[in-house]
C-alpha cells in the first residue's frame, strides 16, 4: 500500500521551461510534506518543504504546491537547468512525527535537455 | 565541513554470509537513521538512533539485522545470513534532532549485492 505515490516514473524537459513534478498521498494524517533531489551515486538531498497550514512555499526557482482536499502536491522548477537533471523525491509525514514516520515516495527522474 | 559518509560504497557478498555497513555521521548529529532502497522503490526506513535513548528497531525487516551506534558517533549496519532480497541500496542520514524541522543529511549510500 503505496502511501505517497509519484505516478510519473520519468519527465523530459526543455531548458529554460517549467518542470512539474507531481506527488499525491492516501493518508490524512501527513500534515508535513518534502521533497528531495538525488544525483546519481549521490545521497538524497533536501530541497524544500511544505507544513499544511500553507498551500504554496517558493524557494528561488522551486516552488511547491499543496492542495490538501486533493491530497496532493507538486513541485515546480522554473527556469529548469540541465544540472536540475537528477531524481527528485517526495515525502511526507505526521509534523510531530519526526523522520521515522517520513514515508518516501518513489522517485521521478527528470531530464533537463540543453 | 565533512557530510555524512559511508563504507563500502559497494559490497557483493554470497548468500548466507553476514555484512557490515558502515556509517559516519555529521559531528555534532544526534539523530542518526538508516533506510533501505530497493530498485524502483521508495526509501524504506529501518532504525533510528537518537542520543542516548534506545533505538527505534521498528523498521527493522527481521531479527537478521541489527545496528549499533558508538555515542553520538559512528553506526554500523548488520545484515546476518544474507538473503538476495538483501540486495538493495543502504543509507545513512544523520541530523540535529528527530523533528521533521531540522535538515536531514544523507550520505551516497552502500549498493549490496547478494549474489
Known amino acids: 500500500d503505496q502511501q505517497v505515490k509519484q505516478n510519473s516514473p520519468s519527465l523530459s524537459v526543455q531548458e529554460g521551461r517549467i518542470s512539474i513534478l507531481n506527488c499525491d498521498y492516501t493518508n490524512s494524517m501527513f500534515d508535513y510534506f518534502l521533497w528531495y533531489k538525488k544525483y546519481p551515486a549521490e545521497g538524497p538531498t533536501f530541497l524544500i518543504s511544505i507544513s499544511s497550514i500553507k498551500d504554496k512555499n517558493e524557494d528561488g526557482r522551486f516552488t511547491v504546491f499543496l492542495n490538501k482536499s486533493a491530497k496532493h502536491l507538486s513541485l515546480h522548477i522554473v527556469p529548469s537547468q540541465p544540472g536540475d537533471s537528477a531524481v527528485y523525491f517526495c515525502?511526507?509525514?505526521?509534523?510531530?512525527?519526526?523522520?521515522?514516520?517520513?514515508?518516501f515516495g518513489i522517485g521521478t527522474k527528470l531530464q533537463v535537455i540543453p | 565541513g565533512a557530510g555524512v559518509s559511508q563504507s563500502p560504497s559497494n559490497k557483493v557478498t554470497e548468500k548466507g554470509k553476514d555484512v557490515e555497513l558502515r556509517c559516519d555521521p555529521i559531528?555534532?548529529?544526534?539523530?542518526l537513521y538508516w533506510y533501505r532502497q530497493r530498485l524502483g522503490q521508495g526509501l524504506e526506513f529501518l532504525i533510528y538512533?537518537?542520543?542516548?535513548?534506545?533505538?527505534?528497531k521498528s523498521g527493522l525487516p527481521s531479527d537478521r539485522f541489527s545496528a549499533e551506534r558508538t555515542g553520538e558517533s559512528v553506526s554500523t549496519l548488520t545484515i546476518q545470513r544474507t538473503q538476495q532480497e538483501d540486495s538493495a541500496v543502504y543509507l545513512c542520514?544523520?541530523?540535529?534532532?528527530?523533528?521533521?524541522?531540522?535538515?536531514?543529511?544523507f550520505g551516497p549510500g552502500t549498493r549490496l549485492t547478494v549474489t
Open positions: 542520514a544523520s541530523s540535529l534532532g528527530l523533528s521533521v524541522s531540522y535538515e536531514q543529511y
Open positions: 559531528s555534532g548529529h544526534t539523530a
Open positions: 538512533f537518537q542520543g542516548n535513548s534506545a533505538p527505534d
Open positions: 515525502a511526507a509525514s505526521p509534523i510531530s512525527g519526526g523522520y521515522q514516520k517520513v514515508t
